[in-house]
């Protein structure tokens, strides 16, 4: 099986990218390296797999680049390409994420049509939700996003689906919940938190830390991913939740960090930011239905792992 990861310098796309080839895939890698965070870092998630001969690595960007061969003899597509992040989505920024969640998705569809590849995998999100007045979130539920960011987020997943019903192109869109874990990016709040301890500076908590998340360890989202390409689609159900299952308050999580670090993090807090939801927490019974999915790693674990990767990283290992 050949697959085609957009994405593949980020943070799940890299952690992908490995694990297909663990599985046996040939891998084909894309990204652009845009400077939503630092180049450097990309390139380092992507040492591990550009020494597999069984991966091959494009730099194109998929919004303005020809992708005329990129789909060739490809089985597969995920697409995790994307200008993430819901707090830089307002005001002219918000052109790059029509540049990098709407036109590129719309591109890369359109080279699927009259392919032989058999499955799209796209890379949705929680944010297409926005607050709701039940939890935890069904599939069904009428997307109602409260960002700029979800905004796009959706419409990439909408995309999918007219080019699935008009030309076949087989896509599934997973909404991923709160992904953390080693290679996180250095935006997200669990990065940010596990930093600032070992730096011994205060942590920037945005609102009052009562805002619950649902927290997916990535090697959980990556299986998922996987999974996503390889059991047969249905075709009434193409848009599935994929959450940690470990939904807590923040202050939690921030108690959860220290008690990994062996000491305590120290809060500046600050106003609620534009964007902020209240609550995320998905139900997951579509994809244990559909996929024989479901979380493997709790949250300690899942944040031992990430405190780890952040100490060899600052040790050089
Ligand atoms: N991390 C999360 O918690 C989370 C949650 C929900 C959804 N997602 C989605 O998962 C996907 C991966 O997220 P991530 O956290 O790994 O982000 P990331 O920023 O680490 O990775 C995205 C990669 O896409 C690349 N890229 C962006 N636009 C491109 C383009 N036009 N052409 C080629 N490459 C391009 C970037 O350079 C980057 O390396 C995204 O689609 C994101 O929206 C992530």
Same mark, same amino acid.
Request: some cysteine.
């Given at each position: 099986?050949?697959?085609?990861?957009?994405?593949?310098?980020?943070?799940?796309?890299?952690?992908?990218?490995?694990?297909? !080839?663990?599985?046996?895939?040939?891998?084909?890698?894309?990204? /652009? &390296?845009?400077?939503?965070?630092?180049?450097?870092?990309?390139?380092?998630?992507?040492?591990?797999?550009?020494?597999?001969?069984?991966?091959?690595?494009?730099? *194109?960007?998929?919004?303005?680049?020809?992708?005329?061969?990129?789909?060739?003899?490809?089985?597969?597509?995920?697409?995790?390409?994307?200008?993430? =992040?819901?707090? +830089?989505?307002?005001?002219?920024? &918000?052109?790059?994420?029509?540049?990098?969640?709407?036109?590129?998705?719309?591109? *890369?569809?359109?080279? /699927?049509?009259?392919?032989?590849?058999?499955? &799209?995998?796209?890379?949705?999100?929680?944010?297409?939700?926005?607050?709701?007045?039940?939890?935890?979130?069904?599939?069904?539920?009428?997307?109602?996003?409260?960002?700029?960011?979800?905004?796009?987020?959706?419409?990439?997943?909408? !995309? /999918?689906?007219?080019?699935?019903?008009? &030309?076949?192109?087989?896509?599934?869109?997973?909404?991923?919940?709160?992904?953390?874990?080693?290679?996180?990016?250095?935006?997200?709040?669990?990065?940010?938190?596990?930093?600032?301890?070992?730096?011994?500076?205060?942590?920037? *908590?945005?609102?009052?830390?009562?805002?619950?998340?649902?927290?997916?360890?990535?090697?959980?989202?990556?299986?998922?991913?996987?999974?996503?390409?390889?059991?047969?689609?249905?075709?009434?159900?193409?848009?599935?939740?994929?959450? =940690?299952?470990?939904?807590?308050?923040?202050?939690?999580?921030?108690?959860?960090?220290?008690?990994? *670090? +062996?000491?305590?993090?120290?809060?500046?807090?600050?106003?609620?930011?534009?964007?902020?939801?209240?609550?995320?927490?998905?139900?997951?019974?579509?994809?244990?239905?559909?996929? =024989?999915?479901?979380?493997?790693?709790? !949250?300690?674990?899942?944040?031992?792992?990430?405190?780890?990767?952040?100490?060899?990283?600052?040790?050089?290992?």
């Amino acid at each position: 099986m050949k697959a085609l990861v957009t994405g593949a310098a980020g943070f799940i796309g890299s952690t992908l990218s490995e694990s297909l !080839l663990q599985h046996g895939y040939e891998v084909k890698g894309v990204d /652009c &390296f845009t400077r939503h965070y630092d180049e450097e870092t990309k390139r380092a998630n992507l040492a591990v797999a550009m020494r597999d001969e069984h991966y091959e690595f494009l730099e *194109l960007d998929l919004s303005r680049a020809d992708l005329g061969t990129a789909v060739d003899n490809v089985d597969v597509v995920f697409h995790l390409a994307a200008q993430p =992040g819901i707090r +830089g989505s307002w005001d002219r920024r &918000f052109a790059e994420y029509v540049q990098h969640n709407i036109l590129a998705t719309q591109r *890369l569809l359109e080279e /699927c049509v009259g392919s032989a590849i058999g499955r &799209f995998v796209y890379a949705s999100s929680s944010s297409v939700y926005g607050d709701h007045a039940e939890y935890p979130v069904l599939e069904e539920q009428l997307p109602r996003p409260h960002s700029p960011y979800g905004v796009t987020k959706l419409a990439g997943e909408q !995309l /999918c689906g007219v080019y699935d019903e008009n &030309f076949g192109v087989p896509t599934v869109a997973l909404r991923y919940f709160t992904v953390y874990g080693p290679r996180q990016r250095p935006d997200m709040a669990i990065h940010r938190v596990i930093e600032s301890v070992i730096a011994g500076e205060r942590f920037e *908590l945005f609102g009052t830390g009562d805002q619950i998340r649902d927290f997916t360890f990535v090697g959980d989202v990556v299986r998922a991913t996987r999974l996503a390409a390889e059991v047969p689609r249905d075709t009434a159900a193409t848009v599935m939740n994929i959450g =940690g299952g470990s939904a807590v308050k923040m202050n939690e999580l921030l108690e959860m960090i220290g008690v990994s *670090l +062996g000491r305590p993090v120290k809060v500046a807090r600050l106003a609620e930011q534009a964007g902020d939801v209240r609550r995320t927490e998905a139900s997951i019974e579509r994809a244990r239905a559909m996929l =024989g999915w479901k979380p493997e790693v709790d !949250l300690q674990a899942g944040i031992a792992a990430q405190v780890e990767w952040h100490l060899r990283r600052r040790d050089g290992r």
